[in-house]
């Protein structure tokens, strides 16, 4: 058991992508200290410790340079502790794919949620609810071929893409509720809507999705300091 002040996670509960990085570190028993970080007036760690791009989750292991980046970290993580709960798969090819799709989730499909908080007008607003339910019908196609007729990404067990789209759901549900759809649609995505009941319900995930409260407080955030754009 690595010892409690051997690894610090600099984040904020509501962090989709700082839950990520707790998610793994919960899967691999790995005990750490959890440092909050204020977004709205940034830390000095967080500046000197992810000076590129200033942002959480930034992973401290003992003495070594911090880490930066959610995927960065939870295949750091995934390496350092190989002989628990394996998250990305063993075969070259299949990690490739793995990251692909991770890429995808990360530089595609969740940046348009937040691209539906700031787009002004029902119309706009539509027009990129269409392209989310696009792109959950990518990613049904994915979970698939992934999933093989099993129940994760990761086929028996919580794997890579589990961890990195599972981390999103709470989000997900506070985008759907917030704007009257269902971006997992039980007619459109059946398969991706029944895994993502399952993750929301898994034990694991139990205490990292973040509730209704804290990411309403997130989002009042952002509204402030990244409000939507002009009509
Ligand atoms: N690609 C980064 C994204 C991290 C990210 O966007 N973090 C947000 C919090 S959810 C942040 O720190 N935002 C601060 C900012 O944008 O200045 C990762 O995967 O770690």
Not at 65 to 73: C, F, G, Q, T
Not at 130 to 157: P, W
Not at 166 to 192: I, R, Y
């Amino acid at each position: 058991m690595t010892k409690r002040d051997e690894i610090k996670l600099l984040g904020t509960a509501a962090s989709p992508y700082v839950n990520r990085v707790q998610f793994v570190l919960k899967l691999k028993s790995i005990e750490y200290e959890f440092i909050e970080e204020n977004l709205a007036c940034k830390s000095e760690l967080l500046l000197t410790s992810n000076p590129v791009y200033k942002k959480i989750p930034v992973l401290f292991h003992a003495n070594k340079p911090p880490i930066s980046e959610s995927l960065v970290i939870i295949e750091y993580l995934d390496e350092f502790r190989p002989d628990v709960h394996r998250i990305l798969p063993s075969a070259p090819i299949d990690r490739a794919d793995n990251r692909f799709w991770a890429n995808y989730i990360d530089n595609k499909y969740f940046p348009l949620y937040e691209d539906l908080r700031q787009t002004p007008g029902k119309e706009g607003k539509e027009a990129v609810k269409k392209q989310i339910l696009e792109g959950s019908v990518l990613l049904e196609e994915a979970f698939e071929k992934f999933s093989n007729g099993k129940a994760y990404f990761g086929g028996d067990d919580i794997g890579y893409l589990d961890v990195v789209l599972g981390c999103f759901l709470g989000w997900v549900q506070f985008g759907n509720k917030h704007n009257e759809f269902n971006a997992f649609d039980e007619v459109k995505t059946p398969k991706l809507a029944k895994w993502a009941d399952r993750m929301l319900s898994h034990e694991s995930l139990q205490g990292i999705i973040p509730g209704n409260e804290t990411l309403m407080n997130f989002y009042m955030m952002l509204q402030i300091h990244k409000p939507p754009r002009a009509a």
